[in-house]
T-cell receptor
Framework: DQQVKQNSPSLSVQEGRISILNCDYTNSMFDYFLWYKKYPAEGPTFLISISSIKDKNEDGRFTVFLNKSAKHLSLHIVPSQPGDSAVYFCAASASGTASKLTFGTGTRLQVTL | EPEVTQTPSHQVTQMGQEVILRCVPISNHLYFYWYRQILGQKVEFLVSFYNNEISEKSEIFDDQFSVERPDGSNFTLKIRSTKLEDSAMYFC???????????FGSGTRLTVV
C-alpha cells in the first residue's frame, strides 16, 4: 500500500541553501496534507499543513506547495539550518481534516555546515 | 509547551502476553490516536478516539487490540496475546480538534520476544 510516496530516502543540503522535499500520492480522495519532522527517539512533530483548496501555504522558513493535478506536494525550507537535520514525513488525510493520516516512508534531511 | 506523555518508553514482553501502553494526552485535547511504526517501515494509523468511543480504526486494529480512556487523563492501548510482529514503536497523539496537526508523544518501543 503505497498511497503516499517519498521517493528520496535521503537529502543533503548546505546550511543556508534551500531544502526541497518531495511527496507523491495516488489516492485522489486525499484532500488534506501535512508535513512532520522526526528526530531519533522522539515522536513526529507537526510542521505545516495544506488543504486541497490551496496550492501554497507558508509558515516562516517552511512553505508547502500542492499540485493537485500531478498529485504532488513539496516542502521548501529556506534557509536550511543544521537543526533542520531530521527525518521528514509527508502525510495525507481523505476527510478534509487531520483525522486518520496516511504517512509516507520519510526523507532523511542532513544540513551540512 | 504541553506534551503528550507515553509510558513506558520501552517494554519487553514474551509472546502471548498482554501489554498495556499508556498515554497522557494534552489536557484540553479531545481527539486521541494510536499509530505504530515497525522498524524501517512507515508510520501506520491504528485507531482514533473521540467522545469516549472509537471513531475510526484501521485493518491492523483487530480484536487483539483495544483502547480505553479509564479516567479523565489516561488513554491506553491494550494488546492481547502479543505476537512477534507486534514489535514496533507505538505513538500516541492528541489534538484539540480534528483539523490541526496532532501532537505526538515520544513513543513506546514494544519488543516481543
Amino acid at each position: 500500500d503505497q498511497q503516499v510516496k517519498q521517493n528520496s530516502p535521503s537529502l543533503s543540503v548546505q546550511e543556508g541553501r534551500i531544502s526541497i522535499l518531495n511527496c507523491d500520492y495516488t489516492n485522489s480522495m486525499f484532500d488534506y496534507f501535512l508535513w512532520y519532522k522526526k528526530y531519533p527517539a522522539e515522536g513526529p512533530t507537526f510542521l505545516i499543513s495544506i488543504s486541497s483548496i490551496k496550492d501554497k501555504n507558508e509558515d516562516g522558513r517552511f512553505t508547502v506547495f500542492l499540485n493537485k493535478s500531478a498529485k504532488h506536494l513539496s516542502l521548501h525550507i529556506v534557509p536550511s539550518q543544521p537543526g533542520d537535520s531530521a527525518v521528514y514525513f509527508c502525510a495525507a488525510s481523505a476527510s478534509g481534516t487531520a483525522s486518520k493520516l496516511t504517512f509516507g516512508t520519510g526523507t532523511r534531511l542532513q544540513v551540512t555546515l | 509547551e504541553p506534551e503528550v506523555t507515553q509510558t513506558p518508553s520501552h517494554q519487553v514482553t514474551q509472546m502471548g502476553q498482554e501489554v498495556i501502553l499508556r498515554c497522557v494526552p494534552i489536557s484540553n485535547h479531545l481527539y486521541f490516536y494510536w499509530y505504530r511504526q515497525i522498524l524501517g517501515q512507515k508510520v501506520e494509523f491504528l485507531v482514533s478516539f473521540y467522545n469516549n468511543e472509537i471513531s475510526e480504526k484501521s485493518e491492523i486494529f483487530d480484536d487483539q487490540f483495544s483502547v480505553e480512556r479509564p479516567d479523565g487523563s489516561n488513554f491506553t492501548l491494550k494488546i492481547r496475546s502479543t505476537k512477534l510482529e507486534d514489535s514496533a514503536m507505538y505513538f500516541c497523539a492528541s489534538s484539540p480538534d480534528s483539523i490541526y496537526g496532532y501532537t505526538f508523544g515520544s513513543g513506546t518501543r514494544l519488543t516481543v520476544v
